[in-house]
T-cell receptor, first 112, second 111 residues
Framework: EADIYQTPRYLVIGTGKKITLECSQTMGHDKMYWYQQDPGMELHLIHYSYGVNSTEKGDLSSESTVSRIRTEHFPLTLESARPSHTSQYLC???????????FGSGTQLSVL | KQEVTQIPAALSVPEGENLVLNCSFTDSAIYNLQWFRQDPGKGLTSLLLIQSSQREQTSGRLNASLDKSSGRSTLYIAASQPGDSATYLCAVRPSNYQLIWGAGTKLIIKP
């Protein structure tokens, strides 16, 4: 049902590397979100966007940045990965007037 | 500050049983409450959304209720099946703010 895609599914990298996690949706949704989730824990909002050229920091923006140049694309970049960034990253989107969130399958990141 | 709690963290029941999952929140001033399902290694799927003015929502074998005054929501699953095994998360939306999430209940349905 959900047409929201995240790549890569799994990523293992060394400390200090710059990485970009990709998220794309084909539903034309205005609102997009990045969440971080550790095993057995609640989701924490990292960044969100309400449309092109609009981005906001969430509760846990840490050292990451996002961009929203096109409606369908909302990449997340870590400038210098650290072991504390090891986690699952989930991308989500929804239409402007619809509360229902659609999630991608997630990226499991491991920083050594 | 709004906090969302889901107890128990894990639950195992035999197939065919009816069961209830709990979600509690500390501030009754919410816009809506949602229940999601998460399968291992996957993203989340929205199950039910209850607006603040509603008392319950139903979808198939699932029924979610909302009692704002007591800060509680329940997700009722009828005639449980092994395919219902997953982690169930609830999230509340304070008025005009971002979702606040519970940590989830991991449900195992034994054949």
């Amino acid at each position: 049902e959900a047409d929201i895609y995240q790549t890569p599914r799994y990523l293992v990298i060394g400390t200090g590397k710059k990485i970009t996690l990709e998220c794309s949706q084909t539903m034309g949704h205005d609102k997009m979100y990045w969440y971080q989730q550790d095993p057995g824990m609640e989701l924490h909002l990292i960044h969100y966007s309400y449309g092109v050229n609009s981005t906001e920091k969430g509760d846990l923006s840490s050292e990451s940045t996002v961009s929203r140049i096109r409606t369908e694309h909302f990449p997340l970049t870590l400038e210098s990965a650290r072991p504390s960034h090891t986690s699952q990253y989930l991308c989500a989107s929804r239409a402007g007037t619809n509360e229902k969130l659609f999630f991608g399958s997630g990226t499991q990141l491991s920083v050594l | 500050k709004q906090e969302v709690t889901q107890i128990p963290a894990a639950l195992s029941v035999p197939e065919g049983e009816n069961l209830v999952l709990n979600c509690s929140f500390t501030d009754s001033a919410i816009y809506n409450l949602q229940w999601f399902r998460q399968d291992p290694g996957k993203g989340l799927t929205s199950l039910l959304l209850i607006q603040s003015s509603q008392r319950e929502q139903t979808s198939g074998r699932l029924n979610a209720s909302l009692d704002k005054s007591s800060g509680r929501s329940t997700l009722y699953i009828a005639a449980s099946q092994p395919g219902d095994s997953a982690t169930y998360l609830c999230a509340v939306r304070p008025s005009n703010y971002q979702l606040i999430w519970g940590a989830g209940t991991k449900l195992i349905i034994k054949p």
